[in-house]
T-cell receptor
């Protein structure tokens, strides 16, 4: 079964500094990978996904993520963090070798951008 | 295009009371899911449905029931609410195209006293 690990509970970063949120995954087949963001008192919103092709994918709000198959990772990055990026970030994986459509979510990372 | 709509947005229940949370999607999605979100626990899958008239148990199904009588609606029921069911509940839907992820509703904050 597929699973995701987000090893850090909270990431603190100064405004203007690079932001990285880590994600590693485990699947039996090949993965489809997703990042979601949750702002306070809101539902999860889609940020970006990796399906196939270029290992570096770009998404909303200036975020990007790099797929690394050898390290089974899909870290989320932003070159220059904004205070408005403070939110909860979830990584998710779908094992395309499995017969179901389910996504496995990580526990989430709280990102705090310090002015 | 409303996406996924959850009602109600907030509710306070007394222990032992029952209630139904409604999830409606207008994207003709085949799959629908109910999650609960608790601090430090991430998202935990309660029940899900792969199509109209079908439901299945997720990770934490005890104390909940669901029904999917119409493709666009997925109902989550609490027959006898307990304080442990205090949580934020999210509904999500997805199409059969596995290239796409889930679309989430905005959540229902439930407090059981």
């Amino acid at each position: 079964a597929q699973s995701v690990a987000q090893p850090e509970d909270q990431v603190n970063v100064a405004e203007g500094n690079p932001l990285t949120v880590k994600c590693t995954y485990s699947v039996s087949g090949n993965p489809y990978l997703f990042w979601y963001v949750q702002y306070p008192n809101r539902g999860l919103q889609f940020l970006l996904k990796y399906i196939t092709g270029d290992n570096l994918v770009k998404g909303s709000y200036g975020f990007e993520a790099e797929f690394n198959k050898s390290q089974t990772s899909f870290h989320l990055k932003k070159p220059s963090a904004l205070v408005s990026d403070s939110a909860l970030y979830f990584c998710a994986v779908r094992d395309i070798g499995e017969g179901n459509n389910r996504l496995a979510f990580g526990k989430g990372n709280q990102v705090v951008v310090i002015p | 295009n409303a996406g996924v709509t959850q009602t109600p947005k907030f509710r306070v229940l007394k222990t032992g009371q029952s209630m139904t949370l409604l999830c409606a999607q207008d994207m003709n999605h085949e799959y629908m899911y109910w999650y609960r979100q608790d601090p430090g626990m991430g998202l935990r899958l309660i029940h899900y449905s792969v199509g109209e008239g079908t439901t299945a148990k997720g990770e934490v199904p005890d104390g909940y029931n669901v029904s999917r009588l119409k493709k666009q609606n997925f109902l989550l029921g609490l027959e006898s609410a307990a304080p442990s069911q205090t949580s934020v509940y999210f509904c999500a839907s997805s199409s059969a195209d596995r290239h796409y992820g889930y679309t989430f509703g905005s959540g229902t904050r439930l407090t059981v006293v």
